[in-house]
């Protein structure tokens, strides 16, 4: 199934008609500006229902909005690979890229998009490359198991991705010109308008980059310095929204998002190469909210369409996957004398369109979710507690659950624990796989404890903020693929794995009338090993598994003064072990990366130039073997913002 125009209509008139007629009928649109010159930034504050009582307990990282600001033109992958803990494991610049967290696979990182999934459930993960950073507004790592908030794969944790709904804001607009090496090109342009009742949110995104870079063949005596061919990239999407305040109660949010990328993928080994893959997408999700004294309840509807088209014309290869989903979710909490009530119910339904698999195939979930979070001595105990219980056509998913206690243990320390169980579904490819695939493979499933501790000193203008973490989980039936008798490769529940490490983060901020400087400071030390041998012949157990660093690091440096921004960060990874028997490795690398930027501040509208440095030191590098990463390269950029307030009015 390939999107064209025709496509494309089919899918507006048949599925979301209703949505398709908003857009096209509303006259007023815009995308927020974020204002790169404060100062102070806000964390960010999750509004999902249950996303603030479950992650009390647990690690969570926020990403502020001056990073998302100036990262606004790459994509997730790229903003991740330099600004978290995940490791991100990419095949080359702007090419597939997965992330990693906590020891775990692909597959076993949660990506949600206003509280709903968006993995592809064909594979069971989502190519983080495919995301741009400037559709959502917040973003927000949490780690450890969530299956019991967030359903599959929440195993190492999971990515929360968020829009704002503002009123009262004006007429805003943005346009974004970026041009950097590789002839790549970028163009982002935003629109948004809202008043007392009413907003609408419009973004638009376009790339295009021959990413043709340069890089050092460490096998090539004669000609080591080598250029990639045939790895052309195209990527253009948009992200629209409508939000009503229907009164000080009731408000509707209505979202559609759609996403195209074409991309060449090269090959470092063969002379002649034409593979290429086509990816879409096209999600839509409405959610209405209603807000009394004590009753606060959400209610969602998605339709999300992802289409995976792969060709190698010299291979004969031309694999083309689709597949649908539908999302119906009611999401509650009720406020009591002694704590708060969680519950809630999920339905998701996911509907093929392959010649991949042997037949069309449907798989049903009906998920029954709930909770309760309490607070006791005058709020340094706090104890939550989440359960879930899914149902599917196909597989028998695990009970899984969730706990958590923080206390205040007095003179600005905090005390955190956290026990869970979570579990992964089998993804289609798993279960359906023409030439391959197994019904009757188990759910992976996990268990995990985290231990920590967090502290906080404020020194008239400055603030120090400590933080360390110990986790330990197994994973039991994780699912791997090997050849069978027949020469076919085919997913098994064969190994179990444990995973364990320790993770700190360290933040410095200071602030005054005219400077803002923070410094983050954060490790990994992880080991995630195999506890179980495949076969007589296989020597991985005790064996940390490949791609997966024991040790990582990273380090960002922000200062602000007056006009101008510097930001730095540095990354380290790990040796990554690319044999199951850790016989054979790649070696650490270490990437910095430097961004400047300044503005011109007039009474409504203001221009941002910036200029920016990646791999700073020029240091050639793999993250998987046999795709090298470009070695120094460069990008400017210019943006032009327009605001129009309006008289806030009260409600």
């Not at 188990?442 to 973490?469: C, H, M, R, W, Y």
């Not at 660093?549 to 007056?562: D, S, W």
């Amino acid at each position: 199934m390939i999107f064209n125009e025709q496509y494309f209509k089919n899918i507006f008139l048949n599925k979301i008609l209703f949505c398709s007629l908003f857009v096209f009928t509303v006259n007023s649109v815009y995308a927020q500006i974020n204002d790169t010159n404060k100062l102070f930034i806000k964390e960010i504050v999750i509004i999902d229902t249950k996303s603030k009582a479950m992650q009390s307990s647990k690690k969570v990282y926020h990403i502020d909005t001056t990073i998302l600001v100036m990262n606004s033109m790459n994509s997730l992958a790229e903003l991740l690979a330099n600004q978290s803990s995940l490791h991100i494991k990419t095949y080359g610049n702007g090419n597939i890229a997965t992330s990693s967290l906590r020891g775990g696979n692909a597959n076993h990182t949660a990506i949600l998009w206003n509280g709903l999934s968006i993995q592809n459930p064909m594979l069971g993960q989502t190519d983080l490359s495919l995301i741009q950073t400037s559709v959502f507004d917040d973003l927000c790592v949490e780690h450890g198991g969530g299956s019991a908030a967030w359903g599959s794969g929440a195993i190492g944790g999971s990515i929360h991705l968020q829009n704002k709904n503002k009123f009262n804001e004006g007429l805003k607009t943005k346009v974004q010109f970026n041009y950097g090496s590789f002839e790549s090109k970028k163009l982002n342009s935003a629109l948004f308008y809202s008043n007392s009742k009413f907003s609408t949110h419009t973004r638009l995104y376009f790339n295009n980059s021959k990413n043709n870079y340069t890089y050092i063949d460490t096998t090539n005596k004669e000609k080591p310095l080598q250029q990639v061919k045939s790895a052309e990239i195209i990527t253009k999407g948009f992200l629209q929204e409508f939000s009503f305040l229907v009164n000080s109660k009731n408000s509707l949010n209505v979202r559609l998002w759609y996403t195209k990328m074409e991309r060449n993928i090269p090959s470092f080994t063969q002379q002649i190469n034409k593979k290429s893959q086509l990816d879409q997408s096209l999600r839509f999700n409405a959610d209405w909210e209603i807000k009394t004294k004590k009753l606060n309840s959400v209610f969602r509807i998605a339709y999300f369409n992802d289409v995976l088209n792969y060709s190698d014309s010299l291979a004969e290869i031309y694999s083309k996957s689709g597949v649908n989903t539908y999302i119906i979710e009611t999401d509650n909490n009720y406020k009591l004398k002694l704590g708060t009530l969680y519950f809630g119910i999920n339905n998701t339904l996911y509907q093929t369109d392959t010649k991949n698999y042997d037949a069309l195939h449907k798989l049903n979930k009906l998920a029954f979710f709930g909770g309760y979070n309490l607070s006791l001595l005058k709020s340094k105990l706090n104890y939550s507690i989440f359960l879930r219980q899914e149902f599917t056509n196909q597989t028998l998913i695990p009970f899984t659950g969730n706990s958590g206690i923080t206390y205040d243990l007095g003179k600005r320390i905090l005390g955190k624990i956290n026990v869970s169980k979570s579990y992964r579904q089998p993804s289609l490819n798993d279960l359906y796989w023409k030439q391959g695939g197994n019904i009757n493979l188990k759910p992976e499933d996990s268990k995990e404890i985290e231990v920590g501790i967090a502290t906080q000193f404020l020194f008239n203008k400055t603030k120090l903020q400590v933080e360390v973490n110990y986790f330990d989980r197994q994973t039991n039936n994780w699912i791997i693929w090997l050849p069978n008798d027949n020469g076919y490769w085919t997913p098994k529940n064969l190994l179990q794995v444990h995973s364990r490490g320790i993770e700190t983060k360290t933040t410095f901020s200071y602030l005054n009338d005219k400077l803002f400087l923070k410094l983050d400071l954060n490790t990994n030390y992880i080991l995630s090993t195999n506890t179980k041998n495949v076969n007589l012949n296989d020597n991985s157990s005790g064996k940390q598994l490949i791609y997966s660093p024991r040790y990582a690091g990273y380090a960002t440096f922000l200062l602000q003064y007056k006009k101008i921004t510097f930001y730095y960060n540095y990354n380290y990874t790990g040796y990554r072990f690319t044999s199951t028997d850790n016989t054979s490795w790649l070696m650490p690398y270490q990437i910095s990366n430097l961004k400047v930027s300044t503005f011109f501040d007039f009474t409504k509208t203001k221009f941002i130039i910036f200029a920016s440095c990646n791999n700073l030191l020029n240091k050639n590098y793999v993250v998987v073997s046999n795709s090298p990463m470009p070695l120094r390269n460069f990008e400017i950029g210019l943006s032009f913002q327009f605001t129009k307030k309006i008289e806030k009015k009260s409600l």
